[in-house]
């Protein structure tokens, strides 16, 4: 080899090298999903696209790992105060900084709680039990209850931690207030403690967000992150498999078997928190659309036999192409209060459901069904399928499928006989569904409980759970509970959704079940 | 010539007050805003508060007035969805919608005028005839399907070409920014504006063709070939450019629907203009924005009726002749 060949050699591995060395520092990701957050401000928008961009730039005091459970976050520990059971105290993590630099302390906490309670904000309903929050010295905060919340911490996985200090110096005490018409400063800029920080943001367009050198976690693999709202679903696709983005969060159910087999493309999928079920009115003593005198949903049989006409797996086969998982539980897998026993159904009797139909209407009757068909996957598809199993039974359904913003409001204000509704269970307990789904609607209870289900007995238990501290007590009243509901067949489930991701191989990312990835745990191979 | 414009111009003002009032009658039917801007967890009382403190319980003529006398002080209120004053929004957006249609108007006025000028001097020519065919492809697929197709050759397969954004771009001052100078930019416009532009492009192929045909038969342009003047000279000098007047009307007119009507071109290239912004606030009922919207297109389509009204004034002296309370 000449000298002149062995530089040259030389100096090649040594570019390699640099090259490979570069390549492990620096890492984007070009992340692509249906909808853009927003807005940045972190206690403006209780919204799933929202929260998963802002998980990113702000910290939270728990989080919520891939499986479900609880973990540590900017709050190291948390217990309930051993002299009033009212208390929530809450040990914070030392040494973390904000992105300014500023220090992150008890002070800062209790900012936020002020922030995240204010009329304007919209997580004022997850912190309605909290009273105030208090400093107790520099690492420690005092959660001052209206009553024992043993289950409290989980409703802490969505609390952004906002620096007090920058938020008086930019006038953001307050969230976005709509009704003033004036910008808030934090709508488009942020200061948190999370692993990214902002480096520009056009909505709508494309966000993108730099790793911050001062995290206190592990540092993150990927350092950089491009953030593009794809609304079309084959267009967030072709720039897929076009290579110009590198992960698809809302991958359309259709297009997961042909991606699968695409090289160069990995798909993940896992169970989302989120349930997809039917319910019905069956306490008032007439319906608004049906053709018999009386409400066909009170009488038993006629809940009993839609139960046995219900094919789930036809659904989960045609509707859902295998992107379902069918159950009879009006709730996610994971969350407290699941038994196998719930989630068992068997498969359809065609001939007793029409039967038990015939046996209070000879002829059947006939019902109106309200449908979204753009809020969950295939809603409307799931509606049409369930249209014609009732048809078999002699259960004639009219279908009435519309956008999100004309069905809830539906439900809101009791307009509806018979609807379909998914419920996803942040808290990761029962009490979540029941408060909202079961309890007679009153005062903040039953706000979807639009079918107006309404038994004292059980309403009395759910407020009962709301404040009991003995846990093995409180999983049994739970248990109680939905004995009855199941019972009475208050929903007719059909499945939990799934989630699937699609990837551009190479790079590990795990489905969450809130729908909310968190790119500084990605690895990339 | 004053009294005919200041007439116009109260016609105008008519028309614009008449598109925001059925603008906002339809509003009642797009559904509630309040869902979407709320979490799962809102209580029914606090969700009243809040489209009591929006105004949204009152009647729709205070609505409606409220609405009007904002938006004559250029008041267009905060979008529900993302925050921001929407008069800004719309100016962030406008450059993107504008640039898009701009290029392909050009587009289809350049290609549709050479191949329609083309088809009609070889009427038998086999080209001519490959042309006229694949016009009528183009008049009669679906914006959505030949972007989709566009897409799935050019990006996925061939990867000449990104599917979908604006690429890099460059601000011009404060309120405009714009992709043509660079590279980037360059390229992820050329599919969106082939989208939008091919049924202008064969609308004026057809209609350049037809004209010209029309006036080839004429007898002025039998007197000029009688002249001895070259084919060339008879063709483009004199019955192209006879031709040019109702083609340069039909065009300035397709400009505004390009621009009002680039919606699905948008949403199928995510090209982050007005029309993705119009139909991401439908799916949210983000009033503010869908109002100030539909005023804007309302105003472009106003204002270039108005030209054209004035040009063909300016232009044809028969309309000189002043009929009181009726203009044309």
Redesign the interface.
Known sequence: MTKLARALSLSASVAALALAAGAAQAETVRWARV?DA??L?PH????GPTLALLRHVYGTLVSRAVDGSLTPDLATSWEIHPEDPTIWVLHLREGVTFHDGSAFTAEDVVFSYERVLHESS?????HADVVGAEAVDEYTVHVQMSGPSPLYPNNLTNFFIVDKTWAEANDVVAP?N???????FA??NTNGTGPYQLVSR?????TVLSVFDGYYGDAPQVTEVIY?????A??RI??L????VDFVQDVPVQDIARLEQTDGIAITTGPENRNIFFAYNATSPTLRSTNVADNPFSHPEIREAMALALDRDAIRQVVMRGQSQPSAAPLPPFVNGWTEEMNAYGAPDYERAAELVRSVYPDGFSVQLDCPN?RYLNDEAICQATVGMLGRIGINVSLNSQ????H??LI?NLETDFYLLGW?VPTFDSAYVFN?LVHT?E??YG??NGGQYSNPEVDAMIEEIATMTDLDERNATIARIWDRVMEDRVFLNVHNQLLAYAVREGINIDVHPENSPTLWTVTID | MIAFIIRRLLQSVIVMIAVAAVSFTLFRF????I?????????????QA?RD???LNDPIVLQFGRFLGNALQG?F??S??????VTE?ILQRLPATVELALVSGLLAFVLGLSLGVYTALRRRGVLSNIIMTASLIGVSLPTFLIG?LL??VF??EL?WL?????GEVVALGDCWSTGLLTHSGRLALILPAITLGLYQMTLIMRLVRAEMLEVLRADYIKFARARGLSARAVNFGHALKNTLVPVITITGLQLGSIIAFAIITE????W?GVG??F??SV???DVPVMAAYLMMIALIFVVINLIVDLLYYAVDPRLRVDRAGKAH
């Open positions: 909808a927003l807005t401000d403006s928008q209780n919204e919209g997580f004022r309903a997850i976005q709509y009704a003033a018409g004036e910008e808030n709508v488009r056009d909505p709508e367009v494309r593009q709202p794809i609304a079309e084959a267009t072709a720039a498999l076009s290579g110009e753009d956008t999100r913003s004309l809830f409001p809101e996803g909202f609607r005062g903040s706000a979807y | 797009v559904g509630d805003p869902n979407s801007m709320v979490g799962q967890e809102t209580s029914i009382a606090d969700r809040l403190s929006l105004g008041e209120g905060i529900y969805r993302l925050q921001m004053p929004l989709v897409i799935w990006a996925v990867r990104p599917s979908n954004g604006r949403t199928v290239f995510n982050p993705a912004l139909i991401n799916r949210f009922v």
